[in-house]
């Protein structure tokens, strides 16, 4: 591969990511995606790419299309809930491409990810190049190699089954971490009345281990089945042992929960207005490995 055609791929290696993780969920997978992108970039003819950018959408679509059918049957034995892998967004990194509108924290929150889980691979590569990317339905039936009005039946579909998912960015950030912070000194605290004030009547908690460590294996609903599972593990004696610092999260506001210098979890809670209405916990160590290398 020439210097040249090396530099024209780093050039799009972060569009490409930030694409790849929003279509599989995962970091890790999102990575060797746009890895295995490169190796087929750098076999090509470059006589032969008239639009590098077009060509590589389409080559890394088309593998993630590929990655997700197989993913979905490892994710049906999975066990407990399944939760997307964690990104950290406030690093100069910004693996994730730009999150400056409520729309584009929508599309990489852990919420929409977890609900994206209910669309075919074809559904969700249409809605994400097309919702989070703005490309066009022309554009995305050169990426996917579909008609153009499959693109836009599949597009439909896709919003169709996801719903109308209430807005998570409602309130700014300033005071959406404030709540996370008074969250989570509630719990810490064992702070009955504090968090009764904090959750809403139908909060749903979430906890994904992946059969590696202690979690719970089914969703807690309802806000005094959550209290008495929050109140549990701040009491639990190794609570003591852990230290709490509060990052961003897949935009979000989060706890990144340590033991020592090690990552033990990351615990993303949802916010709707001035209530916690939903808590998504990452203890799986497999899905904090990216979290821990962007800290690292």
């Known amino acids: 591969m020439t210097t040249e055609a090396a530099a024209e791929f780093e050039s799009h290696r972060s569009r490409l990511f930030s694409l790849a993780y929003r279509i599989l969920g995962s970091a890790s997978e999102a990575e060797d995606v746009v890895q295995d992108t490169y190796l087929r970039w750098s076999a090509a003819d470059p006589s032969a790419v008239r639009t590098p950018a077009a060509w590589l959408t389409k080559v890394m679509t088309n ?15 999975y066990v407990g809930p399944w939760l997307p892998e964690p990104v950290f967004t406030h690093t100069a990194a910004g693996q994730l491409g730009p999150l400056e509108t409520a729309e584009q924290r929508e599309s990489v929150s852990l919420a929409l990810l977890t609900l994206m889980e209910r669309l075919t691979p074809a559904e969700r590569a249409v809605f994400v190049l097309r919702e989070a990317f703005g490309h066009s339905h022309r554009e995305i039936t050169e990426a996917v190699g579909i008609e153009e009005a499959h693109s836009r039946q599949l597009h439909r579909r896709a919003r169709q089954r996801l719903g109308h998912p209430q807005r998570r960015f409602d309130v700014d950030d300033a005071q959406r971490k404030k709540i996370v912070e008074r969250f989570f000194a509630a719990t810490l605290e064992g702070d009955v009345a504090g968090l009764e004030q904090l959750l809403a009547d139908d909060v749903v908690a979430w906890a994904d281990g992946g059969g590696h460590v202690t979690a719970a294996r089914r969703p807690i609903t309802g806000r005094e089945k959550v209290l008495r599972y929050l109140l549990g593990l701040g009491a639990r004696p190794e609570a003591e042992q852990v230290r709490i610092e509060f990052a961003e999260a897949n935009g979000e506001p989060a706890a990144v929960v340590f033991v020592g210098e090690a990552l033990l979890a990351i615990v993303v809670p ?27």
Do not use: M, W, Y
């Not at 299309?65 to 490892?74: E, M, P, V, Y």
């Open 63 to 77: 593998l993630c299309i590929n990655q997700l059918t197989s993913a979905r049957a490892q994710r049906e034995l």
């Open 270 to 296: 949802e916010i709707h207005e001035d209530r916690v209405t939903g808590v998504r916990t990452v203890l799986n160590p497999a899905k904090l490995a990216f979290a821990a290398g962007q800290l690292a």
